[in-house]
């Protein structure tokens, strides 16, 4: 494989980043051999078969960044990248996504770019692309997230950021993000947030066990509306015992009732006699109370019922953003490029 001139480099790179502050404009770039000392970083346990594929794929990136289509170069550009982890592949790639508007991916594209081909791209190109870099950061948010739970996963948009303990900190998208952390056992933490651009936003992610959070959620203590339904239960059971009692009674009165000579043609109080008044009185009595008992310990089962069904916890993510619902959130946007305003309505 030939070995690519320092000039010529320079010259390939330099087209894109002479071009990025505007948006990039499309120019001739011509077929050159992508190499370099076997030992340099991007070289290092790829094979020249695949060199060679990767090289024809960023050629036909480059072709079709001149017609211009840019999103099929880009697309061309990642084909190369799989293959070859080349800087000047990450250099056009961010060349392209400048001009399709994608700030985020021309971020990442540069600064891989830079950390790995500084030497090949050479000292005005590196404070070009640094340069370009700057103006991007201006238009970007950052966040730094963390969560100390070990194990819990934390994702942003639905990707996985981290596994828990640790942190993340990196650039995202000036508009709504949403962040959660979950983990088996535990309640779910959402935090939906808006970064504003060249702003730097910090989270802590903390969770707390199901049973935690069923307790903070439950109106009273748990047992509170449990003692309530016992002493129905209580009331209710000791009202049917007393209502077996009065029965006995009641038997025992009528046992010595038909034992009487007026039973037949029936009897006066007085051939009844105190004693068995005073058992027929106190049957009526425990019977009534019994009665009573029902009502009362009915009552106070089916509040207890009730109060146990209002103190069950209703579990679900709450997402935080800072802003009540319904509320808007004007973002002010000040980049070299524009000025402007950005509107969230949080619902």
């Not at 340099?40 to 990136?61: C, I």
């Not at 989270?203 to 509306?225: M, N, Q, S, Y």
Request: proline share 6%; glycine share 8%.
């Amino acid at each position: 494989m030939s070995i690519i001139t320092r000039r010529a480099i320079i010259a390939i790179l330099a087209f894109g980043l002479n071009n990025a502050a505007r948006p990039a404009r499309a120019q001739a770039i011509e077929p050159i051999a992508l190499a370099g000392s076997e030992s340099a970083p991007w070289n290092r346990g790829v094979p020249k078969p695949m060199r060679d594929a990767a090289r024809d794929l960023f050629l036909e990136g480059n072709r079709l960044f001149r017609v211009p289509l840019f999103s099929r170069a880009a697309e061309k550009y990642r084909e190369a990248l799989a293959k070859w982890d080349h800087p000047a592949f990450y250099f056009n790639l961010a060349l392209a996504q400048l001009n399709l508007g994608e700030d985020l991916g021309a971020h990442n594209a540069l600064e891989t770019a830079l950390r790995d081909g500084e030497a090949l791209l050479g000292a005005p190109q590196v404070q070009e692309a640094r340069k370009q870099l700057r103006d991007l950061e201006r238009r970007l948010g950052r966040v730094r997230i963390r969560c100390a739970l070990a194990a819990a996963e934390v994702t942003m948009d639905g990707q996985l950021l981290f596994i828990a303990p640790g942190g993340y900190e990196g650039w995202v998208a000036p508009k709504p993000h949403e962040i959660t952390a979950r983990k088996p056992e535990y309640l779910s933490e959402t935090r939906r947030i808006t970064p504003i651009a060249g702003q730097v936003r910090d989270l802590e992610l903390t969770l707390i066990t199901l049973d935690a959070a069923r307790d903070a959620a439950r109106r009273w203590a748990k047992w509170k509306p449990w003692a309530v339904v016992v002493a129905g239960g209580a009331i209710t059971a000791a009202s049917g015992a007393l209502h077996v009692v009065s029965a006995r009674t009641f038997q025992q009165y009528d046992t010595e009732f038909h034992k009487l000579p007026c039973a037949s043609p029936g009897c006066t109080p007085e051939q009844i006699g105190p004693t068995l008044s005073a058992r027929l009185h106190r049957a009526t009595l425990e019977q009534q109370i019994a009665v009573g008992g029902y009502i009362v310990g009915g009552a106070v089962l089916a509040a207890g019922i009730a109060l146990v069904y209002l103190n069950q916890p209703r579990l679900a993510e709450q997402p935080t953003s800072g802003a009540a619902p319904g509320s808007v959130v004007v973002t002010p946007i000040a980049t070299e490029a524009m000025v402007g305003v950005a509107f969230t309505v949080h619902r």
